[in-house]
């Protein structure tokens, strides 16, 4: 359903105008500021169901009439207020009941404000994107390309799960990077150190024990010598603990004890030395590992950037070059938000448009646009045709010359003027 002809009289700028716009395609209303071009298109939104502007000055009645395939819509507005009426165009004469109610349901979102979509948050764009398309993701698939070390939220968006699936994973591998850095680092500080193998110092320890116990028998035999000589009338019994004593030391061998513990100190260095190469080991071991988680953690993001990419190449957004990454939406490879104006209102245009039911009315209408060049309007011509909508937008243009729709003092002064009543 397109809108196939208008008439509008006495409304805010507006004398007299009657338009029969192409089916589709852009209808530019060309003039000068204060010609008439918003208020003709907010006279559309009017007779639509929309607020109805006011008379034009010195006026006592004002009528939108505008026909469609299937509707003839007439506003009536006086002093006193506004009546609209709507007809089947198959049974004229019999005015429809709730008109407003039908005609909300005819209307895309933004029909009639295309640039609400380019002043809301980022968040709410890219929500607004994702109620015109369809992304067939498959979370569990996803979660089974992450091995599972993700945690995902059921109530995010697709994209939105994707994305942080994919950050969980380079915060993962920025933390392994990291201990590989680290293990490099203390891998450097064993540059001097050789292999060696750790000395048994155990033993050592027991034959230094044996030694001292040897010293001290020694001792105690020359205490137990003096005695026998200083105690005579104890000779027999001291003679006997002598005699067991020396039975005692002839089991136990010599032992040269500064050796033992010259030995002693060696080990200890050695076992010293073999500490830090077993460390050197374990690094080298933990730095292997850890490259490997790296890479995995890589060969991951890899797959998650590849299945986003392959989800993104079967989705049909409302315009080619859309994507969405870093919470925000980017059009041919560069935020929105710093894209050109021109290349906004297109996505912005293709939003809206994705937006309209498919029985509604295939029309948009953009209110004070940006200055575009030749270039952009071709552009927007060339996506209203091949979408089969009406694209009505107001060009401030000075000169009649190349306008199809020209209006000067609220009235048409070029274009098709064809009204049938």
Known sequence: M??????????????????EPQDS??????????AGKTSLLRSIFAAFGGEVPELRDGA?????????????????????????VVEDVATPGQPLRSPKTLLKSIFGKRAFD???????????????????VEIPVDLQYLLLL????????????????INSAYEQIGNERRICNREVKRLQGLIETYHDIVDVEAVDIDELLQLKEKAINRLKIEQQLQAELREIERLTRLLEEANGRATTLRDTLAELAPYPLTEIEEQIAKARQTNELALKCREKRQAI????????????????MQKISSYKVDLMVHTRFPIDGMDIKSGQIYYNGIPL?????AEQLLVATAIAAAEIPADGLQALFIFDPPQLDSASMALLENFAQERGIQLWIAKVQEEASGAKIFLQEGQVTKGNTKWIE
Do not use: H, W
């Not at 006592?60 to 609209?84: A, D, I, M, Q």
């Open 146 to 161: 992450c091995e599972r070390r993700v945690e995902i939220n059921a109530g995010a968006s697709v994209i939105e799960c």
């Open 25 to 34: 395609g852009l209808v530019e209303i060309c003039g000068k500021n204060g």
């Open 60 to 84: 006592s009645r004002g009528s939108v009439r505008v026909e469609t395939e299937n509707l003839l819509l007439s506003l009536t507005v006086t002093p006193k207020g506004s009546r609209l």
């Open 337 to 341: 938000s710093s894209a050109c104006g």
């Open 114 to 132: 295309v640039f609400a979509f380019l002043t809301a948050r980022p968040k709410e764009q890219i929500d607004i994107l994702l109620n015109v």
């Open 285 to 300: 071991d933990d730095l292997q590992n850890k490259n490997r988680e790296s890479a995995k953690l890589t060969d991951i």
């Open 2 to 19: 397109k809108i196939k002809k208008m008439a509008v009289r006495n409304i805010a700028r507006i004398v007299e105008i009657d338009i």
